[in-house]
């Protein structure tokens, strides 16, 4: 299984903290460092690796494109990903309404009632994939990788 991180390119970015604004699970700090042999300047790292969702986020809301998604595969091997927006969707008869995907969701993208089939809102979804990990009756999919 791969994971998607963030990787920031700091010759190309200007500092401006959107990624760190944007982060929905504040793994991606503004520290102090000193560049290109000027004065101390702040710029964006990744703070917890762990934490990271891979939500691509950041790399979306970087105005200079500095960032880039990498997928970290199991062997350790590390490869570019571009940056595809494949929505996620609820399956209504798999659907029990348990909850779950909506206490997960990092950017509240899913609503629904308990006991009701639930709804993700494609335009807010970051494509994290958690409501997908957390689901125990196989609900949530990708569109067009429907069984």
Do not use: W
Not at 5 to 14: A, G, N, T, V
Request: charged share 25%; proline share 4%.
């Amino acid at each position: 299984m791969s994971k998607k991180r963030p990787s920031i390119d700091l010759e190309i970015c200007s500092c401006c903290g959107a990624c760190a604004n944007k982060c929905p699970v504040s793994v991606i700090k503004m520290d102090v460092k000193r560049r290109r042999n000027m004065c101390l300047s702040i710029y964006p790292r990744l703070a917890d690796d762990d934490g990271c969702i891979g939500c691509s986020i950041c790399a979306k809301a970087c105005p200079v494109e500095a960032i880039t998604m990498f997928s970290y595969e199991e062997n350790g091997v590390s490869k570019a990903v571009e940056l595809q927006y494949v929505p996620y969707t609820i399956i209504d008869e798999n659907c029990k309404g348990c909850t779950v995907c909506t206490r997960v969701c990092p950017v509240g993208a899913i609503s629904g009632k308990l006991k009701e089939v639930h709804i993700i809102d494609e335009e807010s979804c970051v494509e994290c994939g958690m409501c997908f990990d957390k689901c125990k009756f196989s609900a949530i999919t990708r569109i067009g990788l429907e069984k």
